[in-house]
T-cell receptor
């Protein structure tokens, strides 16, 4: 069965520290991969996406993600976290970008001073 | 850039009434629209997929007679929650696009008293 796993429900990092949010997927083939961020009570904002090509993807707000086929992973990273990055982060996959997205359960990021 | 709007952004209704939520693509024609539901502190769950001019495809467990979806034009899809009950209180989000271009709406917060 197709699935998306975000192993960490909550993550707390200090402001200025580096961040890595994990995402693993189980699909028959390489899916289209996305990372979204959602602030409380708000809609979703696309951080980045991977369809093909370079496995290191640059996104907005200083985020990047690396697709690793051998590990079926698409982890999100940021070298230095800002307090405004505190939010809920969702990894999502689809067989094609025009198809419905299958979301992970999300990781809640807390940033401490 | 392309924008997807939803109306209303929030709505409060009495139990037993029906509520209509609109999803509009403002700068492009959306052949496909997806409707998601998000309960508090949970991930997004796909409810249904609608294609312009045809019946919506509902996910398992979603009552098609309760959640009526109409995609009558390439720029508008509506979700009507019929005979709403408190357990239908949720955040409803649409996603619209064409091919590789997909955008989420800002969401509609429904509270049923």
């Amino acid at each position: 069965a197709q699935s998306v796993t975000q192993p960490d429900i909550h993550i707390t990092v200090s402001e200025g520290a580096s961040l890595e949010l994990r995402c693993n997927y189980s699909y028959g083939a390489t899916p289209y991969l996305f990372w979204y961020v959602q602030s409380p009570g708000q809609g979703l904002q696309l951080l980045l996406k991977y369809f093909s090509g370079d496995t290191l993807v640059q996104g907005i707000k200083g985020f990047e993600a690396e697709f690793k086929r051998s590990q079926s992973s698409f982890n999100l990273r940021k070298p230095s976290v800002h307090w405004s990055d505190a939010a809920e982060y969702f990894c999502a996959v689809a067989p094609n970008s025009g198809y419905a997205l299958n979301f992970g359960k999300g990781t809640s990021l807390l940033v401490t001073p | 850039g392309a924008v997807v709007s939803q109306h209303p952004s929030w709505v409060i209704c009495k139990s037993g009434t029906s509520v209509k939520i609109e999803c509009r693509s403002l700068d492009f024609q959306a052949t496909t629209m997806f409707w998601y539901r998000q309960f508090p502190k949970q991930s997004l769950m796909l409810m249904a997929t609608s294609n312009e001019g045809s019946k919506a495809t509902y996910e398992q467990g979603v009552e098609k007679d309760k959640f009526l979806i109409n995609h009558a034009s390439l720029t508008l899809s509506t979700l009507t929650v019929t005979s709403a009950h408190p357990e239908d209180s949720s955040f409803y989000i649409c996603r619209a696009g064409q091919g590789d271009t997909q955008y989420f709406g800002p969401g509609t917060r429904l509270t049923v008293l």
